[in-house]
């Protein structure tokens, strides 16, 4: 199995505060992103990263920021957190070919009160 | 649009034959992507189409027709473990392998 680690697994938080989700890759792949999976919705891309320092927006990126200061490291910041924003959050890594898979993480379960 | 749809559930029996469609509209294409996820669990591929015709991993084949935007998963010989949510996927037309996921089929597999 591709080597992702999210943290955390659970966390429940408070309308206004910002949270951090943290992604860590041991396979040193050069792609990285950002989905967050809702009932109806599938996945939705939030933002990748296509190298240390180079982000982008994906389909749902408002309300959201990312930074990628180390290969291995990815991370997803919700600076004012809100309900509309309770979901489980998926991050994924790829080599950046469509005929090659995304490995994704064990997801991470946030709640908004 | 880049809109991918697929049945929202789709129930059979232990041994049975069970095929998951997916249909799609985008003006470009990149590619057919199927993923499982179990309940509780992180998205796994399965299998990728470039061109047309059927691609076979053991159990699971998948299958696409660019002409007609459509593609489906065909899983035989179902096991009760095969329960659990289906996703077609494709590639986005900027590249970096942005996929584009359908909003999943939930495959419930009875004895």
């Known amino acids: 199995d591709a080597g992702i680690t999210q943290s955390p697994r659970h966390k429940v938080t408070e309308t206004g505060t910002p949270v951090t989700l943290r992604c860590h890759q041991t396979?040193?792949?050069?792609?990285m992103y950002w989905y967050r999976q809702d009932p109806g919705h599938g996945l939705r891309l939030i933002h990748y990263s296509y190298g240390v320092k180079d982000t982008d927006k994906g389909e749902v990126s408002d309300g959201y920021s990312v930074s990628r200061s180390k290969t291995e490291d990815f991370l997803l910041t919700l600076e004012s957190a809100t309900s509309s924003q309770t979901s489980v959050y998926f991050c994924?890594?790829?080599?950046?070919?469509?005929?090659?898979?995304?490995?994704f993480g064990n997801g991470t379960r946030l709640t908004v009160t | 649009g880049q809109s991918l749809e697929q049945p929202s559930e789709v129930t059979a029996v232990e041994g049975a034959i069970v095929q998951i469609n997916c249909t799609y509209q985008t003006s470009g294409f990149y590619g057919l992507s199927w993923y499982q996820q179990h309940d509780g669990g992180a998205p796994t591929f399965l299998s990728y189409?470039?061109?047309?015709g059927l691609e076979e991993t053991g159990r699971f084949s998948s299958f696409l027709s660019r002409s007609d935007s459509y593609g489906y998963l065909l899983l035989q010989e179902l096991q009760m473990k095969d329960s659990a949510s289906y996703f077609c996927a494709r590639g986005a037309n900027t590249g970096f392998q942005k996929l584009v996921f359908g909003t999943g089929t939930r495959l419930l597999v009875s004895p």
């Open positions: 396979e040193n792949h050069r792609y």
């Open positions: 189409n470039a061109l047309d």
């Open positions: 994924a890594i790829g080599k950046g070919n469509d005929n090659s898979p995304l490995h």
